[in-house]
């Protein structure tokens, strides 16, 4: 029998507790919505009001695993969805997170979180930057340390403040909130400083996607940018053997990194890291921080 749980007034299905998603721990999906129940204020902020894409993969990181934006077959009729037209869709939708109870029927989905850099009032303006260093075997996230610390420094030369987090995955996310700019133009600005960053890195850094190109470099992905693009969300759990968690820390942490288990984050580290540290992004929020575009 299907359990019915209430949040916040809605009530919810909640199906196959006792299913094991993340293999490398037994982590069961009953797990994971406790996760999504803990987090959801740190969390809901940074889906709140943007269109989410859901990667799906409800057997698990082993099971079939699909990206769809479309609202999914059954939604309730009291999750949000928004316009977001697409030249096969004008009259697409995609679904809005704006409340715990929301976020819960999406988690009970089996879903990695992903939204763009703009908000659904303001499509294809955007009031963040964001920087994707993944690095290509043998280089680790030790090495995306490095590249994320020069970065940095480049933004704070032109005025633009960066906060990291993880990407649940083998790299880094930078983000930086800028006030509110067409996104063709932060894509052609963080193109330049990933072309700035190969110039001045050449055995480090690489700008361009082609994976021969990739061995041993950190790939700084500047196209995530573009208005079409999205980047997982914080907090999200990704689709590994492992709960890794695509999480906040902070630049002390990416400067004492030697090792690439150093910023491995898993679910169970989030209630005391929220704890310790509140929300590490929640500046992404203040206007007072937003810089304006060079």
Known sequence: MTPITEVEGRRLALS????????????????????????????????????????????????????????????PAWVKTTPVPRSEDPRARQVMIQDLPSLMWAANLVVEFHTPQWRADSPAVADRIVFDLDPGPPATVVECCRVALWLRERLAEDGLEAFVKTSGAKGLHLLVPVEPTPSDQVSAYAKQLAVRAEADHPALVVHRMARALRPGKVFVDFSQNAAAKTTATPYTLRARRRPAVSAPVTWEEVEACGDPGDLVLLMNDMAPRLERYGDLLAPLFDADRAGAMP
């Open 16 to 75: 196959n507790l006792d299913k094991i998603l993340h293999p490398a721990t037994g982590t069961t999906k009953g797990e994971l919505l406790h996760y999504y129940a803990t987090v959801g204020a740190a969390l809901l902020p940074h889906l709140r009001d943007r269109p989410v894409s859901f990667l799906r993969y409800p057997d698990g990181p082993e099971g079939q695993l699909f990206f769809t934006k479309n609202p999914p077959p059954g939604t």
